[in-house]
């Protein structure tokens, strides 16, 4: 079945680590996007990716870093920049057709700092 | 920039009865509209899209909405609740011609009670 997968359901992270977090799709998709939610604030845009080896800060892409070497996987690492990293990170990939496709969105990371 | 309001960030109703979830855009030429579904711990499922070819869309699950360009508003329906569409609703808006990515709102939580 197509689908995009997220590992692990679950992360915690330690003060001052960074973290990756594994997003993977095979529907064939160009563009990959990452989200964070985070409870009253609905999904805000942190990093996408239009085409392999090519990608854009969103609107808040502080702490965060991200690689697109392959079509299929979209990984996202949370650095020790990130001040304020417990959420709850949803990726997604879509076909660009001038906005008018909708995204598909993977199950979701919940990242804890502990 | 394009925005949406959702109004109402809980909203609750009985088994059986109607539902109605609010969202208001916000941009400077008629965008392509989305409505979300998520239950806990899930990523996001789409329920229906506006994309200038209808202004009532029919969605899954019994959802529909009807685009008012004179109102800014896609408002959510469903003409009788279930309690198994207990779950929080969001809203979204992608740009004609600019790409895919989606700015949310901040989200509905629905209650269905007996």
């Known amino acids: 079945d197509g689908g995009i997968t997220q590992s692990p359901k679950y992360l915690f992270r330690k003060e001052g680590q960074n973290v990756t977090l594994s997003c993977e799709q095979n529907l064939n998709h160009d563009a990959m996007y990452w989200y964070r939610q985070d409870p009253g604030q609905g999904l805000r845009l942190i990093y996408y990716s239009q085409i392999v080896n090519d990608f854009q800060k969103g609107d808040i892409a502080e702490g965060y870093s991200v690689s697109r070497e392959k079509k299929e996987s979209f990984p996202l690492t949370v650095t020790s920049a990130q001040k304020n990293p417990t959420a709850f990170y949803l990726c997604?990939?879509?076909?660009?057709?001038?906005?008018?496709?909708?995204?598909?969105f993977g199950q979701g990371t919940r990242l804890t700092v502990v | 920039a394009q925005s949406v309001t959702q109004l109402g960030s809980h909203v609750s109703v009985s088994e059986g009865a109607l539902v109605l979830l609010r969202c208001n855009y916000s941009s400077s030429v008629p965008p392509y509209l989305f409505w979300y579904v998520q239950y806990p711990n899930q990523g996001l499922q789409l329920l229906l899209k506006?994309?200038?070819?209808?202004?009532l869309v029919k969605g899954i699950n019994g959802f529909e909405a009807e685009f008012k360009k004179s109102e800014t508003s896609f408002h959510l329906t469903k003409p009788s609740a279930h309690m198994s569409d207990a779950a929080e609703y969001f809203c979204?808006?992608?740009?004609?011609?600019?790409?895919?990515?989606?700015?949310f709102g901040t989200g509905t939580q629905l209650k269905v009670e007996l």
């Open positions: 997604a990939s879509s076909i660009p057709a001038g906005g008018m496709t909708e995204a598909f």
């Open positions: 979204a808006v992608s740009p004609t011609g600019g790409g895919n990515k989606l700015t």
């Open positions: 506006y994309t200038s070819a209808a202004t």
